[in-house]
């Protein structure tokens, strides 16, 4: 069988190396739109229901050696006072570690691996896909170069768009869709070399989204100097109506919001410090897509961000895509053939990430935090349980950790 991925990314990568190591007899070639790969981007999480996938391929040690095993979620209102603690990873009692990684180190070690495993050759740069069409027999996809001009097309026994937010196939299968949908919320990134806080492996959240604005802030490199320096990746996510098209390049100016979080300044950490010496910021709207009722179309079907963008809250962005090239793999090994097995993958994803893209618009983690802000009227309080109990901020916890599918109990009793 041929396999064309169109796409390179975290998906797409996630997939080859799956569908190398089932033993499936394919040949697989992944079509990749830019002339090279660059560390782009900044930090991402790798959950442990992602690094469950990815442990399977046998990379934790090579994800361990490049990012930062965090050892608590920690909240904070935006007086820096204390809301919660919660153990994250082998240290919450999981059984697969979580990741705290630049995102260009994550590409490098699924690259590698694929170089390694499935080989250079089978992966084509400069090759844009602008459409596809398919008969009883076979799928072919067109593609074009950097500067537009037409290459010669692929055929395959399937096609699967991992070709992110902005995919081609899916306009083509979707063309009224029109661009990502903005909410007024637009995101700063940024990351800085600085001494490590609180536990030096703290992925904190500062103030919440709807109340008063919200930072995040977490170590995604250890001793980057051998000074004991980290490379602290954070995250302004603040209203504001500007828009710009989501491009997860673009260079941004974090003073456009600075002044808002200037008294965010507290004895165990210093925001607008840590932001204002940047190597370099990122801005990007947080955008995703209303969820669709299918991505499968007889031999092409979508994946990752292609098929389920959503807001990159919470961890799921990136391992969403890497459960959906674990759950495709499956499916292509035992339907009794590959368009039964895309059917059967959509019928398996398709609900759970709607759900994900959802909840991520109104209820991420950080809820527990604009919970708190709002029955204090942003006041600082004396004791939080005056405000709110401790059972009652688990349950905000559990609630999203349940619908992102990588709570404690469901992780361990998954049984593919
Ligand atoms: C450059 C870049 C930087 C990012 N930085 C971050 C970050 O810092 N933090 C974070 O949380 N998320 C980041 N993301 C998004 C994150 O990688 C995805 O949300 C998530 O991993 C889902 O993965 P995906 O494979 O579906 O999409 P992506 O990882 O976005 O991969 C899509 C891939 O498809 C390629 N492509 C696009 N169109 C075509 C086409 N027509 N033909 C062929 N190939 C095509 C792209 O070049 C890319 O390699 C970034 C994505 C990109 C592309």
Redesign the pocket.
Known sequence: MDILV???????LTLALHLKASGLSCRIHV????SEFKP?????NMLPHAMRELSQLGLATALRKVGVEPREFAYFTHHGQFILSEPCGLNAGYDWPHFSIH?GDLHKVLYDAFVERIGPSSLTFG???IGFEQDGGSVSAQFVDGNGRSLPSRRADILIA???????VRKQLYPLEGEPVFHGINMW?GVTRAKPFLTGASITRIGGLFTTGKLLFYPIRNNIDGDGNQLINWVVEFFSDKYEPAD??RLGDVNEVLAHFESWRFDWFDPPTIMRNADFVLTYPMVDRDPIAQWTFDRVTL????AHPMY?RGGN??AQ?ILDAAALTRHLVKAASPLEALRAYEAERLAPTRAIVLQNRTAPPDLIIDTVEQRANKQKFDRLEDVISREELMAISQNYQQVAGWDRASLKAKTV
């Open positions: 169109v796409g390179g990314g975290i998906g797409g079509s990749e739109a830019v782009l981007g900044v930090g991402i995102r090759e844009r896909c991992c070709d992110g937010i902005h995919s081609a990134r997860w390049s994946l990752g961000d292609a990159p962005g990136g895509s």
